[in-house]
Nanobody, 119 residues
């Protein structure tokens, strides 16, 4: 089993910054990649960014490139999402996800943390 616990959400003014954390605990399986997804009210959950656990390769949705940065601290088993230049349209519940499958399927999810960007 893998447990993911997000923290760091909140209310921030447009243009502000916020850092989300995702602590990975009870790792009894190899984690191949970690990712962040978000779901805005009335919309489907969408991919934001991901990072490979070993090599650190990163991928970003076009809408967040240059503003959001994913990073990991293997020693702390923690993944971070640094959010800069926040926009009101970034408002959503942000979910941390883990893949323990070589197929890359996201098979573990956190409970989500609310991020609200005010205009």
């Amino acid at each position: 089993q893998v447990q993911l616990v997000e923290s760091g959400g909140g209310l921030v003014q447009a243009g502000g910054s916020l850092r989300l954390s995702c602590a990975v605990s009870r790792r009894t399986f190899t984690v191949y990649a970690m990712g962040w997804f978000r779901q805005a009210p009335g919309k489907v959950r969408e991919f934001v960014t991901s990072i490979s656990w070993s090599g650190g390769s990163t991928y970003y949705a076009d809408s967040v490139k240059g503003r959001l940065t994913i990073s990991r601290d293997n020693a702390k088993n923690t993944v971070y999402l640094q959010m800069n230049s926040l926009k009101p349209e970034d408002t959503a519940v942000y979910y941390c996800a883990a893949s323990t499958l070589v197929t890359g399927t996201w098979n573990y999810w956190g409970q989500g943390t609310q991020v609200t960007g005010s205009s």
